[in-house]
């Protein structure tokens, strides 16, 4: 008998964290999570700096882990990880994406890190490197991933 208490892929409304998401409606990151958000997609804001604040109408979590807790509650879970962090910090981010079993992580433009990238996909996660989320889907470059 399946587990129908796990949290399953949200194929038709795929839900984005995004790490690194700012308060401040002039970063990249907002304006990013904001057309997303408004083409229908869920976006689950990740910042330290915010905690218990809402971004965009939702609540900023810690790390990927308090955000995936709080999703599976209601029976969803974070498919794609949206990264607006130093290329060095992409690691710890891309070990939290393996624990609660994301899709794919995306660095956003000029994020590479080799290494985050290799352990993702050893764990059959899909990375993007060096790409915005928001140029890709303008372009309908999303098929496969959202």
């Known amino acids: ?3 129908t208490s796990a949290p399953v892929p949200n194929a038709a409304n ?3 964290a995004i790490v690194g998401l700012s308060t401040k409606p002039d970063r990249p990151s907002y304006g990013v ?3 997303m958000q408004e083409r229908g997609y869920r976006i689950i804001p990740v910042n330290p700096m915010h905690v218990g604040a809402q971004i965009l109408g939702e609540p900023c979590y810690a790390n990927l882990f308090d955000a ?3 999703l599976a509650a209601d029976q969803q879970k974070i498919d794609i990880v949206d990264c607006f962090r130093k290329a060095e910090d992409i690691p710890p981010i891309v070990g939290e994406a393996i624990m609660i079993d994301a899709r794919c992580v995306w660095m956003q433009l000029g994020i590479v890190n080799e290494a985050a990238a290799a ?5 059959g996660i899909q990375v993007e490197m060096d ?5 890709e889907h303008a372009l309908g470059n ?3 991933i959202l």
């Not at 352990?119 to 764990?123: H, I």
């Open 119 to 123: 352990k993702a996909r050893a764990n």
């Open 131 to 135: 790409s915005c989320i928001k140029i």
């Open 68 to 70: 995936a807790k709080a």
């Open 1 to 3: 008998m399946p587990n």
């Open 14 to 16: 795929p839900i984005i």
């Open 142 to 144: 999303l098929h496969g």
């Open 33 to 35: 999570a904001r057309y």
